[in-house]
């Protein structure tokens, strides 16, 4: 993070610790990213996959998410 985006950031608003959260989540993801990266594991493509994962997500948050019923539109291209 640069200093003119944290400048830009506390001009919005954000407080130091705001500011520091958002880069510690950023830091976790990146983390996440590379050692989902390393399993060599697989994801879809089509972009409009994550935005029903999403849709679904907003609505019945991660615990209330059927995991075993996976997205209709996985199940579609994965079967190609």
């Known amino acids: 993070m640069t200093s003119e985006e944290i400048n830009r950031a506390r001009q919005g608003g954000a407080t130091d610790k ?35 994962i999403g849709v679904q997500t907003s609505r019945l948050g991660y615990v209330g998410r059927d995991y075993k019923n996976r997205c209709r539109q996985l199940r579609t291209n994965n079967s190609k």
Request: glycine share 2%.
């Open 18 to 52: 705001e500011i520091h959260d958002t880069v510690l989540i950023a830091a976790a993801f990146c983390m996440f990213n590379r050692y989902v990266d390393g399993l060599a594991t697989w994801q879809p493509r089509d972009p409009e996959i994550y935005r029903e």
